[in-house]
Nanobody, 120 residues
């Protein structure tokens, strides 16, 4: 059983900062890419940022220069530092991990989501 537990969401004013964390636990052999996605009301879930096991990153154009993704492989944890937040960043943010479980199967796992609300 693998779990992804997110934390760090909340309400912040435009221009503010938040830091999201997501820790993977359970029967894990290795973790490949980890990423953050978001879904605003009435919209499809979209990729925000992704980081590979070797540290390569990719960002949505809308967050480049404002958000930074990082990971601590020893802790199986991925972070999303969000600066200069805008009202349009308001969404539920989901953590994703592509990993190989202890039983040898490769799966995509999702966290439960954490709400980020940016007021104008």
């Amino acid at each position: 059983q693998v779990q992804l537990v997110e934390s760090g969401g909340g309400l912040v004013q435009a221009g503010g900062t938040l830091r999201l964390s997501c820790a993977a636990s359970g029967s894990i052999f290795s973790i490949n890419a980890m990423g953050w996605y978001r879904q605003a009301p009435g919209k499809q879930r979209e990729l925000v940022a992704i980081i590979t096991s070797t540290g390569s990153t990719n960002y949505a154009d809308s967050v480049k220069g404002r958000f930074t993704i990082s990971r601590d492989n020893a802790k199986n944890t991925v972070y999303l530092q969000m600066n200069s937040l805008k009202p349009e960043d308001t969404a539920v943010y989901y953590c994703n991990a592509n990993l190989i479980s202890g039983s040898g199967y490769q799966y995509d796992y999702w966290g439960q989501g954490t709400q980020v609300t940016v007021s104008s």
